[in-house]
Structures are given as C-alpha cells and as structure tokens.
DNA sequence: AGTCGCTTTGACCAATTGGTAAAAACCACG
DNA sequence: CGTGGTTTTTACCAATTGGTCAAAGCGACT
C-alpha cells in the first residue's frame, strides 16, 4: 500500500490513478475551494470509489497540499526567467505573456491559487513568506536597477510586479465574468489580452527620453 | 416571524439582528465561499444560535442571495459614476482610483464577489449577463469614443476596464500576498497602489500628440 | 495452476451539516 | 400586571462528510 511514502517503484496503474485523483481534484478544489470540495466529489470525477481513493492519498489534505506543492514550482516559473542582462522592457513584456500563457493554458491551477489565496492561505503562507517573497524581492531589485538606470521609467517594481499578476490571473480566475461580457471565444480572448497589456506595459514603462545604459 | 417576506414594520431587534448575521456571514462566506461555509460558524460569528439564525433567514442560500444582490448594486456603483462628459483621462483615473477605495474599504465584498466568480458564478450569472453588462457595454462606447476623439489613447476598452478591475480588486482579495512580500502596513499599501496605477494608467492613456477635443 | 502482493469494494462509523418543532423566555403596551 | 406577539432555546432529524476495515478481486510471475 503506497500509503504510507513512495514503495520503492510505483506501479504504472499506481502513476496513472495517482494522475487522475490528482486532475480530478484540481478540478473540484479550483472550483469550490478545500472546503467546498468533497471526497466523493473527487472520488467521481476520477472515476474511483472513495475508498479506493484514500488507498492513495491519506486524507482530503493529502491531495490537497501535493497539488499545491506542484502549483508553486511551475507558478514562479516565469518569475525566475526573468533576466537581468536581458533588455529590460523586452522582458517584463516578455514576462508578462507568460503568465498570460499560464492564465490560459492552466486556468484550474489559477483558480487553486486564488481561492487559497481568498481563504487567508493556511496551508500556504509558508512558501509565501518563504521561496515566493525571496523571489519577487530578488526580481525587484532587478528591476528597480533598470529603473535607476534609466532604462525603464521609475515606478515601484513590487506594485508593477502585483499589477501583471492581478491583469493576467484575472482571465483565468473571473473567465466567467470575461465570457459574460465579451462572449465566449475560441481563445478565451487571450489574444486582444496580450495585445491590450502588451501596449499599457509599453507605453506605462518606457523610459521619458534619453537612454543611459543600452548600446547606442 | 420575519421568515415569510417581510412582515410591515421591521423590529429594533430583527434590523439589528439581521445586520449582525449579514455581518457575520459576510466574513464567513467570503472566506470559504457559499460550500465551505457552515451554518454554525456564521451564527457562531453573529452571536446567536443556528436556530435563532434560521428564524431570521430562511435558510444558507437565503443569507448568501441577499449579501450578493447588496453587493452588486455597490459594487457597479464607482462604474456608473463615469462621466461621458468628463476629461477622458481623469474619469478614467478617479474611476480606478474608487476602485481601488472600494477594495480597501470593502475588501470582504470584494472576495466574496471573487469567491462567486471562481466558482462559476451559480447564483449570480443572470446579473453578469444582464445588468453588468448593460453597463459595461455602455461605458465602453463612451471610452471608445474618448478614443475615436483623439481624447485618449487607443485601446480595448473592455480590457482596460478588465485591468482596472483586477489590478483594484487585486489588494483585496490577495491581500495576504500582498502582506507577504510587502509587510504589513497601516494602510495596507493602498496609497503606494495608487500611485503606481495612477502613474501606469496616465502613461498608458494619454494619448500620442496633438489634443483633438479639448480646449486648447 | 497457484500464490503473493497490489488493488478494489462493501459495509460501516462518528462527526458535522442544514434544517425543524415546540416549548420557553422575553418584551412592549394597554 | 397581564397578555399577545416576538424572540430564543432545547431537543431533535436525516443527510452528508471524512475516514476505517476486512474481505474480496486481480495480475504477474513461478
């Protein structure tokens, strides 16, 4: 019984239930928040009785707490690839897309987030605190040195973090709201989003006249 | 009893009583949303027994739908304040900065809106699509036209009013990410917020040249 | 074919949940 | 100070919830 930490190799049907407990509980967290959400809610979705789902996660919070641990790493993702030798409007667009990339292409891991988030973080505030504070102050100094540079006009680099945070998370965590007025569309309006944030970042972060440190 | 729709004059006590369990309930919801949320922790909250609680509200869904249609009038509120008739530039401004008011001042109706929103919007769809809207659509025509004018910089309208919404909303309802990475503050960084958006969105907004409405 | 370990199931539990019924307590008003 | 309506409590309930346990089923390998 792998209930009790890894045995050794996990068996291929251990990989793919594991799998399908974990994406149907994404499913049903991301909608309805820990408490909200049921066992038998995910037990259903994955296809499995609920007892043959606690034969692989111990407890509700077992299944809970792993998709959050996953979430973190692939989340600061486009953070931490933010370059500090890159050119500096080029990467906080740059920056920018990805996590609209993200909003669109993992939506349910959006939600999973917010209504963490929403719900005062408990069994998150750790890594906030932690591995996530470490890195936007590590990024902030990045930016605020383009700034002082004169390579990018002079704005708080935390306030500017947060702002492409809340625009870009926003298509995935009020979808229905953006659906609801704009009308449902192949791309979830992804598209006109890049093109609206892409010129606001621009025009809100180019430098006011002469360049300091870029070749020529 | 009050359980059957409002019988003429309502008492000191239910008004009162009624407030405290709205009261109550707002918290409660807005941090677990509607599923997450019991019974015994909003009459818990509210000082009362769930009996006592049920003699004032019909039922959970009951207290839920009246916080809700209390919430969207308020909540559209700073929207419809904006004046066809204005300087473009600074309506669009003030409205992002009574937005940004309301998320300081009323951040539990701003995660309780969000709460719905994550979850699909079951109880409020109908006034997405309605109201919201109605109003959106119409705002956006005049922002449109500020465009056409020459009176602002040319965008999608709906996302800038998706931008301003999440960028506002963003302190409220991440506020314990905001708080982790920035520290607590009196203010909760709403002043620093304003500053940073208000720059954000005058950079971006002002538009390229020569005024082609304005006085001189 | 047998068998050993992995997987699944069915029956069950105690606690919690939203909600009810009726009696008791309270309160304003004549 | 009593009385009629309002408010509160006590005692319940059926359904749902997270979780357990032992028995049954299954599958790969000898």
């Known amino acids: ?12 049907i251990q990989r793919q239930k594991t799998r399908a407990i974990l994406d149907a509980a994404l499913d049903v967290f991301s ?9 038998d809610q995910i037990a259903d979705a994955a296809g499995l009785s609920k007892p043959n789902l606690l034969y692989y996660f111990e ?16 989340w600061l993702d486009p953070l931490r690839q933010l370059d500090p030798d890159g050119e500096p409007l080029r990467e906080i667009r740059a920056y920018m897309l990805r996590k609209l990339e993200m909003s669109r292409d993992y939506p349910r891991e959006s939600r999973l987030f917010a209504n963490e988030m929403l719900q005062g973080a408990p069994r998150i505030s750790d890594e906030i605190n932690g591995q996530l504070k470490a890195l936007v102050d590590e990024k902030a100094k990045v930016i605020r040195g383009w700034m002082q540079a004169g390579r990018l006009a002079v704005a708080d680099p935390y306030h500017l973090i947060f702002s ?5 998370q926003h298509y995935a965590d009020f979808e229905v709201q953006v659906r609801g007025i704009l009308g449902a569309a192949e791309d ?12 606001l970042y621009t025009s809100g972060l180019t430098p006011p006249e002469g360049r300091t440190g870029g070749p020529s």
Chains 1, 2 share one sequence.
């Open 1 to 12: 019984m792998p209930r009790a930490a890894a045995t050794k190799t996990p068996t291929r």
């Open 31 to 39: 909608q309805h928040g820990f408490r909200g959400a049921t066992l």
């Open 59 to 74: 407890s509700k919070e077992a299944i809970h707490r792993t998709l959050l641990n996953r979430l973190l790493d692939t």
């Open 164 to 168: 492409i945070w809340a625009t870009t």
């Open 188 to 199: 979830g309006h992804f598209h006109d989003a890049a093109q609206f944030l892409t010129q």
